[in-house]
T-cell receptor, first 112, second 116 residues
Framework: DAKTTQPPSMDCAEGRAANLPCNHS???????VYWYRQIHSQGPQYIIH???NNETNEMASLIITEDRKSSTLILPHATLRDTAVYYC?????????????FGTGTRLTVIP | GAGVSQTPSNKVTEKGKYVELRCDPI?????LYWYRQSLGQGPEFLIY????????DSGLPNDRFFAVRPEGSVSTLKIQRTERGDSAVYLC??????????????FGPGTRLTVL
């Protein structure tokens, strides 16, 4: 699976959009971009994933660049409960490649 | 519905002892995963079960670590002759199946293991 690079930490004002970047310059054509987050003392929680088109769900939006070498997770209206470590993971969806490779992620702090 | 549960939530043991950590996946989920998370790091994959069999155990650090899932539901992670370096949070996750699009992983709260 391709390696990802994320900033170690970011701050965001409550109510504003949080934009979390991720670089994955060595991504392969069959690899998806996944985002998970981990709130303190809890297990990781799935947020969203995509291949090449932008994706949106009730939690967030995922913007993937045309060359697929980077992506941005957008939390449109950050709340204090969004304070967590956010992990960007690149993985091929195929039988046998089911484990997730987490890096150190981005620690997002939402400030009141 | 119930999520993934793990017991105990905390386990303190002495160096050299044997420990068992239990995971109850979401009912009906065929795939089960174990991860280990050290302080300040992201979770690291240990082992993946599809049904009763270990489909991928490449993340187990050495032969002191072993996991079973005899009936394809509950899983137990077993650590023999524990070492201080085994101290970490052990996370369990399950997914409906092991292949897309049904392989979204749902994580439990973890078991914090402390080896004194």
């Amino acid at each position: 699976d391709a390696k990802t690079t994320q900033p170690p930490s970011m701050d965001c004002a409550e109510g504003r959009a949080a934009n979390l970047p991720c670089n994955h310059s060595t991504i392969s054509g069959n690899e998806y971009v996944y985002w998970y987050r981990q709130i303190h003392s809890q297990g990781p929680q799935y947020i969203i994933h995509g291949l090449k088109n932008n994706e949106t769900n009730e939690m967030a939006s995922l913007i993937i660049t045309e060359d697929r070498k980077s992506s941005t997770l957008i939390l449109p209206h950050a709340t204090l409960r969004d304070t967590a470590v956010y992990y960007c993971i690149v993985r091929a969806d195929q039988t046998g490649a089911n484990n997730l490779f987490f890096g150190t992620g981005t620690r997002l702090t939402v400030i009141p | 519905g119930a999520g993934v549960s793990q017991t105990p939530s905390n386990k303190v043991t002495e160096k050299g002892k044997y420990v068992e950590l239990r995971c109850d996946p979401i009912s009906g989920h065929t795939a089960l995963y174990w991860y280990r998370q050290s302080l300040g790091q992201g979770p690291e994959f240990l082992i993946y079960f599809q049904g009763t069999g270990a489909a991928d155990d490449s993340g187990l650090p050495n032969d002191r670590f072993f996991a079973v899932r005899p009936e394809g539901s509950v899983s137990t992670l077993k650590i023999q002759r524990t070492e201080r370096g085994d101290s970490a949070v052990y996370l369990c996750a399950s997914s409906l199946f092991g292949v897309a699009p049904y392989n979204e992983q749902f994580f439990g709260p973890g078991t914090r293991l402390t080896v004194l």
